[in-house]
Protein backbone atom coordinates (compact mmCIF):
# COMPACT_ATOMS: atom_id res chain seq x y z
CA UNK A 1 0.00 0.00 0.00
CA UNK A 2 2.72 2.88 1.07
CA UNK A 3 4.08 1.50 -2.53
CA UNK A 4 1.20 2.38 -4.22
CA UNK A 5 0.93 5.47 -2.34
CA UNK A 6 4.49 6.63 -3.09
CA UNK A 7 3.95 6.00 -6.69
CA UNK A 8 0.69 7.62 -6.81
CA UNK A 9 2.26 10.88 -5.24
CA UNK A 10 5.03 10.86 -7.60
CA UNK A 11 2.63 10.10 -10.81
CA UNK A 12 0.81 13.97 -9.33
CA UNK A 13 4.07 15.75 -8.71
CA UNK A 14 5.08 14.54 -12.32
CA UNK A 15 1.99 16.21 -13.64
CA UNK A 16 1.82 19.11 -11.50
CA UNK A 17 5.81 19.93 -13.37
CA UNK A 18 4.86 19.39 -16.36
CA UNK A 19 1.58 21.61 -16.47
CA UNK A 20 3.85 24.37 -15.02
CA UNK A 21 6.25 24.03 -17.81
CA UNK A 22 3.67 24.02 -20.25
CA UNK A 23 2.20 27.24 -18.79
CA UNK A 24 5.31 28.92 -18.81
CA UNK A 25 6.08 28.26 -22.47
CA UNK A 26 2.06 28.68 -23.35
CA UNK A 27 3.38 33.00 -24.07
CA UNK A 28 6.07 32.13 -26.33
CA UNK A 29 4.49 29.47 -28.34
CA UNK A 30 1.13 32.24 -28.88
CA UNK A 31 3.73 34.72 -29.80
CA UNK A 32 4.91 32.60 -32.47
CA UNK A 33 1.39 31.16 -33.51
CA UNK A 34 -0.25 34.61 -33.41
CA UNK A 35 2.70 36.25 -35.51
CA UNK A 36 4.96 37.25 -32.71
CA UNK A 37 5.07 39.87 -29.33
CA UNK A 38 3.63 42.62 -31.09
CA UNK A 39 0.56 40.90 -32.75
CA UNK A 40 0.15 39.06 -29.23
CA UNK A 41 -0.27 42.49 -27.66
CA UNK A 42 -1.90 43.79 -30.21
CA UNK A 43 -4.37 41.20 -30.62
CA UNK A 44 -5.22 41.28 -26.91
CA UNK A 45 -5.60 45.08 -26.54
CA UNK A 46 -2.40 45.53 -24.46
CA UNK A 47 -1.51 48.91 -24.92
CA UNK A 48 1.09 49.09 -22.89
CA UNK A 49 2.88 46.49 -23.90
CA UNK A 50 2.62 47.48 -27.67
CA UNK A 51 3.97 50.91 -26.25
CA UNK A 52 7.14 49.10 -24.45
CA UNK A 53 7.87 46.86 -27.88
CA UNK A 54 7.48 50.11 -30.26
CA UNK A 55 9.82 51.98 -28.38
CA UNK A 56 11.94 49.45 -28.80
CA UNK A 57 11.37 49.29 -32.79
CA UNK A 58 10.07 45.11 -31.84
CA UNK A 59 8.02 43.81 -34.59
CA UNK A 60 6.58 46.77 -36.00
CA UNK A 61 6.59 45.00 -39.90
CA UNK A 62 5.50 41.26 -38.18
CA UNK A 63 2.93 39.91 -40.76
CA UNK A 64 0.03 37.49 -39.03
CA UNK A 65 0.13 34.15 -41.14
CA UNK A 66 -3.33 34.13 -41.79
CA UNK A 67 -3.84 37.03 -43.60
CA UNK A 68 0.02 39.01 -44.15
CA UNK A 69 -1.50 42.07 -41.83
CA UNK A 70 0.67 44.11 -40.04
CA UNK A 71 0.42 45.13 -36.47
CA UNK A 72 -0.74 48.39 -37.99
CA UNK A 73 -3.01 47.48 -40.27
CA UNK A 74 -4.56 45.20 -37.38
CA UNK A 75 -4.94 47.91 -34.87
CA UNK A 76 -6.46 50.14 -37.15
CA UNK A 77 -9.23 47.47 -38.33
CA UNK A 78 -9.84 46.89 -34.62
CA UNK A 79 -10.64 50.40 -34.34
CA UNK A 80 -7.73 50.91 -31.30
CA UNK A 81 -6.53 54.04 -32.56
CA UNK A 82 -4.43 54.60 -29.72
CA UNK A 83 -2.20 51.84 -30.61
CA UNK A 84 -2.18 53.10 -34.38
CA UNK A 85 -0.80 56.10 -33.37
CA UNK A 86 2.22 54.65 -31.48
CA UNK A 87 2.82 52.01 -34.10
CA UNK A 88 2.74 54.74 -36.57
CA UNK A 89 4.85 57.67 -34.36
CA UNK A 90 7.43 54.56 -33.90
CA UNK A 91 8.10 53.61 -38.00
CA UNK A 92 5.79 51.24 -38.48
CA UNK A 93 4.93 51.05 -42.53
CA UNK A 94 1.80 53.03 -43.04
CA UNK A 95 1.57 52.04 -46.66
CA UNK A 96 1.96 48.18 -45.77
CA UNK A 97 -0.93 46.14 -47.04
CA UNK A 98 -2.61 43.00 -46.54
CA UNK A 99 -3.27 40.14 -48.89
CA UNK A 100 -6.74 41.40 -49.69
CA UNK A 101 -5.26 44.95 -50.05
CA UNK A 102 -6.28 47.20 -46.92
CA UNK A 103 -4.04 49.47 -45.32
CA UNK A 104 -4.35 51.64 -42.47
CA UNK A 105 -5.52 54.21 -44.32
CA UNK A 106 -8.54 51.85 -45.74
CA UNK A 107 -9.74 51.86 -41.95
CA UNK A 108 -8.98 55.53 -41.57
CA UNK A 109 -10.70 56.90 -44.59
CA UNK A 110 -12.38 54.33 -47.27
CA UNK A 111 -14.19 52.16 -44.21
CA UNK A 112 -14.64 55.39 -41.80
CA UNK A 113 -18.16 54.30 -41.06
CA UNK A 114 -17.48 51.09 -40.59
CA UNK A 115 -14.64 52.01 -37.98
CA UNK A 116 -16.43 54.57 -36.26
CA UNK A 117 -14.47 54.91 -32.96
CA UNK A 118 -15.56 55.30 -29.23
CA UNK A 119 -15.54 58.02 -27.58
CA UNK A 120 -11.93 57.12 -26.09
CA UNK A 121 -10.52 56.92 -29.17
CA UNK A 122 -11.39 59.72 -31.12
CA UNK A 123 -8.78 61.83 -30.32
CA UNK A 124 -6.26 59.23 -31.40
CA UNK A 125 -8.33 58.53 -34.50
CA UNK A 126 -8.39 62.31 -35.48
CA UNK A 127 -4.75 62.17 -35.11
CA UNK A 128 -4.09 58.95 -37.08
CA UNK A 129 -6.45 60.92 -40.28
CA UNK A 130 -3.82 63.91 -39.64
CA UNK A 131 -0.68 62.20 -39.79
CA UNK A 132 -1.62 59.51 -42.81
CA UNK A 133 -2.48 63.10 -44.33
CA UNK A 134 0.83 64.72 -43.77
CA UNK A 135 2.23 62.32 -45.27
CA UNK A 136 0.25 62.54 -48.81
CA UNK A 137 -1.98 58.91 -48.34
CA UNK A 138 -4.29 59.42 -51.03
CA UNK A 139 -8.10 60.82 -50.12
CA UNK A 140 -9.68 62.03 -53.52
CA UNK A 141 -10.31 59.21 -53.67
CA UNK A 142 -9.39 57.25 -51.35
CA UNK A 143 -7.96 53.44 -53.26
CA UNK A 144 -10.45 50.75 -52.09
CA UNK A 145 -8.86 47.41 -51.29
CA UNK A 146 -8.98 46.12 -54.86
CA UNK A 147 -7.11 49.18 -55.90
CA UNK A 148 -4.47 49.02 -53.93
CA UNK A 149 -3.80 45.13 -55.00
CA UNK A 150 -3.82 46.48 -58.71
CA UNK A 151 -1.32 49.34 -57.72
CA UNK A 152 0.90 47.31 -55.94
CA UNK A 153 0.91 44.78 -59.03
CA UNK A 154 1.88 47.73 -61.21
CA UNK A 155 4.38 49.00 -58.57
CA UNK A 156 2.89 52.31 -58.08
CA UNK A 157 2.04 51.77 -54.42
CA UNK A 158 3.34 53.85 -52.44
CA UNK A 159 2.52 56.51 -54.70
CA UNK A 160 5.36 59.01 -56.07
CA UNK A 161 6.39 61.91 -54.05
CA UNK A 162 5.23 60.91 -51.09
CA UNK A 163 6.53 60.65 -47.59
CA UNK A 164 7.30 56.86 -46.90
CA UNK A 165 7.73 56.98 -42.99
CA UNK A 166 5.57 59.24 -40.68
CA UNK A 167 8.15 58.08 -37.78
CA UNK A 168 8.63 60.94 -35.00
CA UNK A 169 5.21 62.48 -36.38
CA UNK A 170 2.55 63.77 -33.35
CA UNK A 171 -0.80 64.57 -34.57
CA UNK A 172 -1.17 66.44 -31.18
CA UNK A 173 1.70 69.12 -32.73
CA UNK A 174 -0.53 69.12 -36.37
CA UNK A 175 -2.66 72.24 -36.47
CA UNK A 176 -5.93 72.22 -38.68
CA UNK A 177 -4.12 75.22 -40.64
CA UNK A 178 -1.68 72.57 -41.77
CA UNK A 179 -4.48 71.13 -44.02
CA UNK A 180 -6.79 72.04 -46.82
CA UNK A 181 -10.60 72.66 -46.54
CA UNK A 182 -11.54 69.38 -47.98
CA UNK A 183 -8.43 67.56 -45.67
CA UNK A 184 -10.30 69.21 -43.00
CA UNK A 185 -13.26 67.69 -43.54
CA UNK A 186 -11.80 64.62 -43.50
CA UNK A 187 -10.19 65.17 -39.86
CA UNK A 188 -13.54 66.75 -38.30
CA UNK A 189 -16.04 64.38 -37.03
CA UNK A 190 -19.12 63.07 -38.67
CA UNK A 191 -22.57 65.11 -37.10
CA UNK A 192 -23.30 62.85 -34.03
CA UNK A 193 -19.85 61.96 -32.64
CA UNK A 194 -19.00 62.87 -29.35
CA UNK A 195 -17.28 66.77 -29.25
CA UNK A 196 -17.32 69.77 -27.55
CA UNK A 197 -15.85 72.95 -28.16
CA UNK A 198 -12.36 74.00 -29.60
CA UNK A 199 -8.90 74.83 -28.51
CA UNK A 200 -6.36 77.94 -29.61
CA UNK A 201 -5.88 76.34 -32.90
CA UNK A 202 -9.21 75.34 -33.89
CA UNK A 203 -9.08 71.51 -33.06
CA UNK A 204 -12.36 69.93 -31.91
CA UNK A 205 -11.78 69.27 -28.05
CA UNK A 206 -13.52 65.92 -27.66
CA UNK A 207 -15.96 65.42 -24.37
CA UNK A 208 -18.95 63.49 -23.69
CA UNK A 209 -21.84 65.19 -25.85
CA UNK A 210 -23.09 65.55 -29.21
CA UNK A 211 -21.77 66.75 -31.94
CA UNK A 212 -24.51 68.27 -34.50
CA UNK A 213 -21.78 69.64 -37.40
CA UNK A 214 -22.37 73.73 -35.83
CA UNK A 215 -18.91 74.03 -34.41
Not at 46 to 74: C, F, H, M, S, W
Amino acid sequence: MKKFMLLFSSAVVLIFVCLMIYALKEPANMDQEWGGPMFYAVKNGDVKKVQKLAAKKIGLEERDPADNTTPVIRSAGQGDWDMVEILLKAGADPWAQDEMGYTTGSSAFFNRDKYFPGHDQMLHYRNVKKILLKIGYPVNPTPSPKKIRQLVKEGKWPPEGVKLSAEGMDGNQLKMSDFTEAEQKLIEPHPGEVVYGRDAHGNLIYQKGSYDGKN
